[in-house]
């Protein structure tokens, strides 16, 4: 496991850098298509929780058997919503799908203020390529 980091984070540029530097401090090193899934995924989890959260309330991030396990906490207990329907070109809701799809794992569990998204992204390393 590589260490957690959980140092509070209020843009999505804070958040990008905190898990970019957990990828790239891990051994052996995580493949260049797993470091932009997990990036992306964390761009969007922080923004979403920024633009329809009421503002990242906890952030952490850690790797563990091969994932990269993100968690992000906001203060609205709504749940992500995906663009479908009549409402499909509106603002917002292209983003969940993404992150399902990138994410072999999503927990989203209410807390006392909010809620708490947590995502496992699989991690490559550039070992299994050689």
């Known amino acids: ?17 905190r898990v970019h530097e957990l990828l790239n401090a891990h ?7 797993s470091t932009i899934d997990a990036l992306l995924v964390t761009s969007e989890l922080v923004t979403n929780a920024q633009r329809h ?27 992500p919503a995906t663009a479908i329907g009549p409402e ?16 072999s794992c999503v927990v989203i569990v209410p807390t006392a203020d909010g809620k708490s998204i947590t995502v496992t992204v699989p991690l490559r390393s550039d070992l299994a390529d050689g």
């Open 1 to 17: 496991m590589t260490g957690t980091q959980q140092t509070p984070v209020n843009k999505a540029a804070d958040a990008r850098d």
């Open 27 to 33: 051994r052996p090193q995580v493949d260049e298509l």
């Open 53 to 79: 959260g009421g503002g990242v309330a906890a952030f952490s991030v850690r790797i563990a058997a091969g994932l990269l396990e993100l968690t992000v906490a906001d203060r609205s207990p709504r749940h």
């Open 88 to 103: 499909k070109f509106g603002v917002g809701g292209y983003g969940w799908p993404m992150i399902q799809k990138l994410t």
